[in-house]
């Protein structure tokens, strides 16, 4: 079974300030993969980066990169030159599988993240 | 191109009353999914369906049913709605694992039990 932790329930950070939600995971699998998503106050999901556990180097989409430590079982999202639109609830999430070749995502609770101007 | 289309985007229902949750996708995906979410919580999986008129169940299936007749539409049902309910539920859509990046979800519905 999978299981994702953010310890983390609220983060406040200054505008420009680079900012770092931690997650680490657990899972016996040896192949994942491990999803960052955005929830702004609208409600919708927004997916912001993808690594997969055999990647050799951390994922980097724009300001977003993700600090993956396989050994420690972290992955955490780096969000540089923080800005007020990045206030949201952020989400870490983990895959794993269901039968006949589904894909569930296992998340973790979230993390509330206020930019302050 | 649409993506994940959810109806109703809000709805309230009372105690025991039924309903139906709409999901459509226009990107010829396998597989769909519905997940609910409680203030202050992830994500967790209620069905999922990985083709044309076939369910499965998820973490939280208890109190719903799901029918997929058409490839591209998803169908959550309530039969008698309780407070214990109340959550947003999420749509999502995939391919097949071959070609899994991810999933593409829809805007949500919110849904309040009285």
């Known amino acids: 079974a999978q299981k994702i932790t953010q310890t983390q329930p609220g983060m406040f950070v200054q505008e420009k300030e680079a900012v770092t939600l931690d997650c680490t995971y657990d899972t016996s699998d040896p192949s994942y993969g491990l999803f960052w998503y955005k929830q702004p106050s609208s409600g919708e999901m927004i997916f912001l980066i993808y690594q997969g556990s055999y990647d050799q180097q951390n994922a980097t989409e724009g300001r977003y990169s993700l600090n993956f430590q396989k050994a420690r079982k972290s992955a955490n999202l780096v969000i540089s030159a923080s800005q007020l639109g990045d206030s949201a609830m952020y989400f870490c999430a983990m895959r794993g599988a269901l039968s006949q070749g589904a894909q569930k995502l296992v998340f973790g609770q979230g993390t509330r993240l206020t930019i302050n101007p | 191109n649409a993506g994940v289309t959810q109806t109703p985007k809000f709805r309230v229902l009372k105690t025991g009353q039924s309903m139906t949750l709409l999901c459509a996708q226009d990107m010829n995906h396998e597989y769909m999914y519905w997940y609910r979410q409680d203030p202050g919580m992830g994500l967790r999986l209620i069905h999922y369906?990985?083709?044309?008129?076939?369910?499965a169940k998820g973490e939280v299936p208890d109190g719903y049913n799901v029918s997929r007749l058409k490839k591209q539409n998803f169908l959550l049902g309530l039969e008698s709605a309780a407070p214990s309910q109340t959550s947003v539920y999420f749509c999502?859509?995939?391919?097949?694992?071959?070609?899994?990046?991810?999933?593409?979800f829809g805007s949500g519905t919110r849904l309040t039990v009285v």
């Open positions: 999502a859509s995939s391919y097949s694992v071959r070609a899994w990046d991810g999933y593409t």
């Open positions: 369906s990985v083709g044309e008129g076939t369910t």
